[in-house]
């Protein structure tokens, strides 16, 4: 087990991550991601993916979970636990683009779980993207 969250606490957030993605905006692809994130502050937020016609300017459901984190508890928000879920019975990890988006706000030991090309994967957020909280600018 990895840091940061136990089992249970990691399935109730896939369950959470799996009800999000059933508001997904994704008219495009129909790939319907839905990502939970639980905060240091014990507080629970959702997001979903909204793409729009535009390709590249498509949100992920961890980033849409993210910016809602922010807006809602402030600047201090810390990340304790992520699950991605999605209803298309595929592989999806956070991409890169996430990756590096919540290493500004995560605990380099958060769990991260989501669904991995044989089963559901839990990694802690530093085996997902070494060095990812080390970046700072001085
Ligand atoms: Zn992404």
Redesign the pocket.
């Known amino acids: 087990m990895k840091t940061g969250a136990n089992q249970q606490e990691l399935e109730r957030l896939m369950e959470l991550a799996r009800k999000a993605a059933e508001n997904s905006y994704s008219p495009y692809s129909k790939f319907r991601v839905g990502a939970a994130l639980r905060l240091t502050n014990g507080e629970t937020v959702t997001g979903t993916n909204v793409e729009n016609v535009s390709y590249g300017l498509t949100i992920?459901a961890?980033?849409a979970a993210l910016v809602r984190a922010v807006s809602q508890f402030g600047p201090g928000v810390r990340i304790a636990a992520v699950a991605v879920a999605n209803l298309n019975g595929t592989a999806s990890p956070?991409?890169g683009?996430?990756r590096q988006v919540l290493a500004e706000f995560i605990e380099p030991e958060a769990a991260v779980v989501f669904p991995a090309a044989d089963a559901t994967r839990t990694m802690s957020f530093s085996e997902l993207l070494p060095l990812g909280t080390e970046m700072k600018l001085k």
């Open positions: 992920c961890e980033r956070p991409c683009a996430c």
